[in-house]
């Protein structure tokens, strides 16, 4: 028998951008077609140019469809910018570098919103047209902002992220409009009916908090009888990419991070998944845990820790 | 003395799309720089993918900074087209051909929009962006939709135009929202400056009626002291290019095209220019006209094709 057919389904990942879209490649590669829902972070959302971009969605829609750009980490392979190119040339700012097949995508998004089409149905129709076999779920159909507070004031999300690479001095977050959100029909009945629930190598803070931030998700996820595991996102003390590891020392936080991340996650986690490079850190942790070599480079690397986190999930129904 | 010195400025000339965007480019290279400012029919503007496209500025813009393609009469030279494959790929309609260049300009376009910034003022962002030296005025600032009415009902000028190719029979048009518009301060001004008013070679009922439907407008050049003069769309019988002439047989004007178009012009010219093919009609003409060769292709033909009609206005102060 093959090992697919022992893997319980369905599972649900919650997932933030690039570290979700890894993680969740790998899971879609290991599950049967079907199977994997993730839920995605839409605190990172922003509009510019007068269309609404959705940064998280795309990054792990384009990493399931397999057409993202493995160097960047964001948008899309194979990229053009001949918008972009002419925007400059006409005076307008292009901090945030958008393709052309990217745009595409933005613009017939923003078109189904202005229709009428909620968030959730826009990502449904765009992973249908990528033939994505999984489904990708906005954390929630409201806007909701993230705000990050720095030494230099209160900065838009994608402004400190991208225009700003993370260089002010975080001091903290704010989820403008979370409090409004509802749970969606789709995230309430996929985390009602998960056999395992993961939290991907997000960062906790800036993608995973914002999900967790939506009325009454985090009590349907502490309601589900299935394991829920989280996958760190820092190897050998350092986030692999994006600000996690910059953040979490401008909090304070400068040893112990697996440990930091777990007591982050207080009372929604079943199991936990460092990296083997942290394994000093494993006895210091107060639930199970699971030492492997967390690092995903080509689809091989993204399939074992998938399959090892599906195996871990398991152990703890087992246990 | 050259020339240009005894050319008397400021000139405006009222255009539509091709047609005027080629007289304006010759207007602009006989001018000296600054003298000439456009008046271009926005009937046909319309929304698409959520943004606000202006076809006949763009054509006019695009024409007097010399990033046209000459080839479609459409559109932008050397353009690319990676959004318009993509959204095809995704499920998105294409009939309207947005080329990568040109959807730079709808962003930017509609940022300003968004911004709060009028049709006037976006247009003149535009122009200096691509160092065109003659002013281009939207007829106003309001939004105006031509609708046309057809054998199969009425539709949205670009539906009629592009999509359908102008094949449902022409019954009739309706500006809708020219009852609302009001004179912008930069047409007004610009026309009552005016030393020569010229009206180009564009489909009267479709490009320059939309224009004169502006409440005031037609007033105001009635008002001006400067010689008006029309240049005929219509050669050997037939429009160069566009509908005119098929509008103009399902309406019944089977004959005399010139003398219609006059009519039509009713109150309004001081002179006429037609095409030295429909010099047989010129006698019935009741009043002056200059026939000419009024084919334009490149640049020296529009110059030239300029230069007489700046001195056919002349003529007219004279007499």
């Given at each position: 028998m093959a090992p697919k057919h022992e893997?319980?389904?369905?599972?649900?990942?919650?997932?933030?951008?690039?570290?979700?879209?890894?993680?969740?490649?790998?899971?879609?590669?290991?599950?049967?077609?079907?199977?994997?829902?993730?839920?995605?972070?839409?605190g990172d959302d922003f509009e510019h140019w007068g269309l609404t971009i959705c940064p998280d969605i795309d990054t792990v829609l384009y990493g399931l469809a397999g057409v993202n750009n493995p160097q960047t980490g964001?948008?899309?392979?194979?990229?053009?910018?001949g918008v972009l190119t002419e925007t400059e040339r006409l005076g307008g700012e292009a901090w945030f570098r958008l393709g052309d097949k990217d745009l595409a995508l933005h613009l017939l998004r923003n078109r189904w919103l202005n229709e009428g089409a909620t968030l959730t149905e826009t990502a449904d129709r765009l992973?249908?047209?990528?033939?994505?076999?999984?489904?990708?779920?906005?954390?929630?159909?409201?806007?909701?902002?993230?705000?990050?507070?720095?030494?230099?004031?209160?900065l838009p999300f994608q402004d400190?992220?991208?225009?700003?690479?993370?260089?002010?001095?975080?001091?903290?977050?704010?989820f403008v409009g979370a409090g409004k959100a509802t749970l969606s029909p789709e995230v309430a009945e996929s985390l009602r009916?998960?056999?395992?629930?993961?939290?991907?190598?997000?960062?906790?803070?800036?993608?995973v908090d914002p999900i967790l931030a939506v009325p009454g998700l985090k009590e349907t996820i502490q309601a589900s009888a299935a394991p829920v595991v989280a996958v760190s996102p820092i190897v050998g003390g350092r986030a692999l990419k994006g600000p996690a590891a910059k953040m979490m020392r401008e909090m304070g936080y400068l040893e112990h991070l697996p440990l930091t991340i777990v007591e982050h996650y207080a009372g929604l986690l079943d199991g936990f998944i460092l990296d083997q490079q942290d394994r000093a850190e494993q006895s210091r942790l107060p639930l199970p845990?699971?030492?492997?070599?967390?690092?995903?480079?080509?689809l091989p690397s993204k399939q074992r820790l998938a399959a090892e986190v599906l195996q871990f999930g398991r152990s703890l129904m087992a246990g």
């Open positions: 893997i319980p389904s369905p599972v649900v990942a919650l997932a933030g951008g690039v570290g979700g879209a890894k993680l969740a490649a790998g899971l879609q590669a290991t599950l049967p077609p079907g199977a994997l829902t993730v839920i995605v972070n839409t964001w948008g899309r392979a194979g990229e053009t910018w992973r249908r047209a990528l033939a994505v076999p999984s489904r990708i779920l906005p954390m929630c159909n409201q806007p909701v902002r993230t705000l990050v507070h720095t030494d230099e004031g209160d400190y992220f991208v225009r700003r690479r993370c260089e002010p001095t975080f001091r903290g977050l704010t009916a998960a056999a395992q629930i993961i939290i991907c190598p997000s960062n906790p803070y800036l993608s845990s699971l030492a492997t070599d967390t690092i995903m480079t080509g």
